[in-house]
């Protein structure tokens, strides 16, 4: 593997800024180490709109069209990248076709303008969470759920009166014909039934419903829209929870009647998770952890184990239903 040139490698302290929103400058960089957060101003607010990590690229499209930057790039913690400048690049480009650039030129102004789509729906989210206490994307993301959810029994305890076991393809092409429009990703939903053991595909093509797993989960949707809670934790805080069930070993039976356990910062080893500080309040606020010091924090184990799987089946839908 080639090495990369030393001058074009830079270094940047937790906190400091790299790019600035609507500033002029045309540098691309590709991450080697670290987290950046990316935010965009709009009505007052910032907006965070991706956390970046090693090998993502930021700083693109200014790269290449010239335009102001469109978002603010900081550092979450200390960070090294490879920066590449315009100057250096267009004498790369001049080896390319004419036609090539304008090409590229509009699918990045393209670009741009998703990426004030984004930074619109994401600001109207905002606001109806803090000041009108709704939220109304995982209000939509609650409700499409729940309807795949009784669309797919019906289907199957149909499919399921005619002898034998329901076959998988055919429950899959029947579900597909009468949900009609639907904002989820049929495959991406069928997939995880499956590896969140809610669903056996055999290789005969047989289909076994694992019921007492999915009636939980269905009723925990029922549940959250009766009482208009609709939780939907950051990826920091689902990330946190990924931790959070590593230590407690998810598999080891000593954890099954233990309703609290308390664990240290440093067996999660928080001081090098990016917004973690922001994860444990969100988490604490869900009273799915409590905090007992600035060292350690007391879990729920039962809600920890239950939140990580439902929240994680959540963000694999999250930006469908965000029409982005």
Not at 284 to 296: G, L, P, S, V
């Amino acid at each position: 593997m080639n090495r990369m040139p030393s001058e074009n490698v830079q270094t940047f302290a937790k906190g400091e800024i790299l790019i600035r929103e609507n500033e002029i400058s045309r540098k691309m960089f590709v991450i080697t180490s670290g987290k950046v957060r990316v935010t965009k101003a709009y009505m007052n607010q910032k907006i965070t709109l991706a956390i970046l990590g090693e090998g993502e690229i930021f700083g693109e499209m200014s790269f290449v069209d010239g335009q102001p930057r469109s978002a603010t790039i900081e550092a979450l913690t200390p960070v090294e990248c490879f920066v590449l400048d315009s100057a250096e690049a267009e004498q790369q480009f001049k080896g390319l076709p004419e036609w090539l650039m304008p090409i590229v030129r509009t699918v990045f102004s393209r670009l741009r303008s998703a990426d004030t789509r984004t930074t619109v729906l994401a600001s109207m989210n905002e606001i109806e969470k803090r000041h009108f206490k709704r939220d109304s994307v995982a209000e939509d993301l609650y409700r499409e759920l729940l309807r795949l959810n009784r669309v797919f029994l019906l289907v199957y305890e149909r499919s399921g009166t005619t002898g034998g076991k329901p076959q998988a393809k055919n429950v899959l092409r029947e579900l597909d014909e009468v949900l009609g429009d639907h904002t989820l990703n049929l495959q991406t939903y069928w997939k995880l039934l499956c590896e969140c053991d809610f669903l056996d595909e055999a290789e005969s093509g047989d289909l076994t419903l694992q019921r007492v797993n999915f009636d939980k989960w269905t009723e925990e949707l029922k549940s959250e829209i009766a009482a208009q809670t609709y939780t939907l934790l950051s990826h920091t805080s689902v990330a946190l929870l990924r931790r959070i069930i590593g230590h407690l070993h998810a598999d080891d039976e000593s954890y099954s009647g233990t309703p609290k356990v308390k664990v240290l910062h440093s067996e999660l080893n928080l001081e090098h998770m990016p917004l973690a500080d922001e994860a444990l309040a969100e988490m604490a606020k869900r009273e799915i952890i409590h905090r007992i010091d600035n060292e350690t924090i007391e879990v729920d184990v039962p809600k920890a184990f239950n939140a990580f799987m439902y929240q994680s089946l959540l963000k694999y839908f999250e930006h469908r239903v965000h029409g982005i």
